[in-house]
């Protein structure tokens, strides 16, 4: 059995994939937001997978934060917690953004 999500992503993920909104499905064993970024690396290739992976590590990176619906997690939570997800569910990748 399969679920389908839609995957969102902000600029900084856009220039390695064609579309910056996308449906993807994903098998129920891989229905998390863990599971949704492995598939991304795979998909994607290397330079995704530094962007949403810890070098070396499982772990997503602290920088990440990940809106499943409207409900927000950032890369610290997701390496503690497994996210999972629901046909349906409206994923977007973003970056903290900070500056002065």
Do not use: H, W
Request: with cysteine; aromatic share 8%; glycine share 8%.
């Amino acid at each position: 059995m399969s679920i389908t999500v839609r995957v969102e992503l902000s600029p900084v993920f856009q220039s390695l994939c064609p579309s910056p909104l996308f449906t993807i499905q994903l098998k129920e064993e891989e229905a998390t937001v863990q599971g949704l970024c492995m598939r991304l690396s795979l998909e994607y290739g290397e330079r995704m997978k530094d962007l949403l992976f810890e070098k070396g590590e499982g772990s997503v990176m602290p920088g990440l934060m990940v809106m499943v619906n409207d409900q927000i997690y950032t890369g610290v939570a997701l390496s503690q917690k497994e996210v999972r997800l629901m046909e349906g569910d409206r994923v977007s990748l973003l970056y903290f953004v900070s500056g002065g």
